[in-house]
């Protein structure tokens, strides 16, 4: 049974980054047929998408966050990772990291996201 | 950018009747491209449909989503107290994807 959990400090200090990790658990994050996305919820707003990765590194970022944000992959320990630089109040949230699917046999970032992190409370303060 | 208009925001339903929430999106796209997400309060959001109406694994059949262009539609046909939630739909057919803001599905 594929898992999924965030990992990272919880508190970060305005202009500072953010850090989290992903750990992957019973499937490889070398498959082939998925993506890899990170996804953030506000307290009691919506969800956003932040942007995705192959375990070949190929990325893809929202716009709205790309000059501030960096995925990577490290295969060799079934991890993915977020960097979130420059931070203030507004990037506080609930940030998830997922699976992503595309309903076919193969990958491709146009996917839906089909098995999702416990997601990590991430806060910006001072 | 694609955006995302859910209605209505809240849904009062009584258990054992119908619910239809609405997706409408601001510019026309496949149906193959559309995805529907439950969340209960402190939890992450679980898959229901994709494809506008492919159930995900393990979706009770009283789940169904349709809709193409840019009106789509998630029903539940005989609601079950677990349903009661938020819900969200998700466009992934161009960058940036993106979600609805929701509509919460409460006990009439």
């Known amino acids: 049974q594929l898992q999924l959990q965030e990992s990272g400090p919880g508190l970060v200090k305005p202009s500072e980054t953010l850090s989290l990790t992903c750990t992957v658990s019973g499937g490889s994050i070398s498959s082939s047929s998925h993506y890899w996305g990170w996804i953030r919820q506000p307290p009691g707003k919506g969800l956003e998408w932040i942007g995705s990765i192959f375990y070949s590194g190929s990325t893809y970022y929202n716009p709205s966050l790309k000059s501030r944000v960096t995925i990577s992959v490290d295969t060799s320990k079934n991890q993915f990772s977020l960097r979130l630089s420059s931070v203030t109040a507004a990037d506080t949230a609930v940030y998830y990291c997922?699976?992503?699917?595309?309903?076919?046999?193969?990958?491709?970032?146009?996917?839906?996201?089909?098995?999702w992190g416990q997601g990590t409370l991430a806060a910006v303060s001072s | 950018e694609t955006v995302l208009t859910q209605s209505p925001g809240i849904l009062s339903v009584s258990p054992g009747e119908r619910a239809t929430l609405s997706c409408r999106a601001s510019q026309s796209f496949s149906s193959s491209y559309l995805a529907w997400y439950q969340q209960k309060p402190g939890q992450a959001p679980r898959l229901l449909i994709y494809g506008a109406s492919s159930r995900a694994t393990g979706i009770p059949d009283r789940f169904s989503g349709s809709g193409s262009g840019t009106e789509f539609t998630l029903t539940i046909s005989r609601l079950e107290p677990e349903d009661f939630a938020v819900y969200y739909c998700q466009q992934y057919v161009r960058l940036p994807y993106s979600f609805g803001q929701g509509t919460k599905l409460e006990i009439k």
């Open positions: 997922a699976r992503a699917s595309s309903g076919f046999h193969w990958a491709t970032p146009d996917a839906f996201f089909d098995n």
